[in-house]
């Protein structure tokens, strides 16, 4: 029964998935001579075997020749060394080539310098990653005080991202509060990468006290909802960035299987 079950699959070559697995093995106890025609009389110590070679190895990191920018890998030009698989999807389109001599050269002649670039291999996906982070800072709601840069900073570094004060500018109007006016609403910073990529950080100020019962109640992944600007002028710096979708909220009372997947209200 169990023959016919599986002839269909068997018959069929789709469902053989080959493997490039190769290995050469000897008998320890080697078999006893016999009559041509006739097969040997194997016992248990001749099913053990030595293992000779085998082809089955980790796979190898190979360099190739970059013809584009590619995020996290490299610039035009550049020649990396990158697993197999990526450097063959590379390769096939047509964003790198294999590093040999002939291409090097050939790449290096033929690479435009005049065109704008990323200043390193990971300069565009730290700008995507900015364009669309929303720092959050945190300021006395008690005593007054006046946004200062290094209070941007120690934001930063509370989002576990280090930003020296010298590689971001400040808005031209000054920010000062305590102000619930301020709460929850929205301005942009400049961050500097490598002296050359400029980036709009959206910041966003949250007032906060030591005092549990002053506190303001908590918003539920607050980062993911458009907010108010703080000043209307940089509404042109808004439309840079990435609009923020929030998600679909469901109520308490709705379908099960939709609570489980979106977030609930309250």
């Known amino acids: 029964m169990w023959k016919k079950v599986f002839q269909p699959f068997i018959e069929n070559p789709a469902f053989f998935q080959p493997l490039r697995t190769t290995y050469v093995v000897k008998r320890r106890f080697p078999a006893g001579l016999v009559s041509p025609g006739r097969m040997p009389s194997l016992r248990k110590r001749h099913m053990i075997y030595e293992t000779l070679s085998d082809n089955q190895y980790k796979p190898q990191n190979i360099n190739i020749l970059l013809r584009k920018y590619v995020e996290d890998i490299g610039r035009p030009g550049e020649v990396v060394s990158i697993k197999e698989s990526k450097g063959r999807f590379l ?29 390193s291999r990971y300069a565009g996906s730290t700008v995507r990653t900015l364009s669309e982070f929303v720092l959050n800072i945190s300021m006395n709601k008690e005593n007054p005080w006046t946004l200062e840069p290094w209070h941007i900073r120690s934001a930063f570094r509370k989002a576990h991202v280090h930003v020296p004060e010298n590689c971001f500018t400040m808005p031209s ?43 303001l109640p908590p918003v539920r992944d607050h980062w993911k909802f458009p907010v108010d600007l703080i000043s209307p002028k940089d509404e042109e710096i808004a439309k840079l960035l990435p609009r923020l979708t929030p998600p679909e909220l469901v109520p308490d009372d709705g379908p099960a299987c939709l609570r489980n997947k979106r977030k609930r209200i309250g």
Not at 97 to 117: F, L, Q
Not at 182 to 197: A, D, P, R, S
Not at 198 to 214: F, S
């Open 173 to 215: 109007e000054p920010i000062s509060g305590p102000d619930m006016a301020l709460e929850g609403k929205e301005f942009f910073i400049t961050v500097t990468i490598n002296n050359t990529e400029k980036v709009p950080v959206r910041c966003r100020i949250h007032h906060w006290t030591t005092q549990p019962q002053d506190r």
């Open 91 to 119: 390769i096939l389109t047509k964003m790198a080539e294999y590093a040999s001599a002939e291409n090097v050269a050939r790449v290096n002649t033929s690479v435009d310098k005049d065109v704008a670039n990323f200043s």
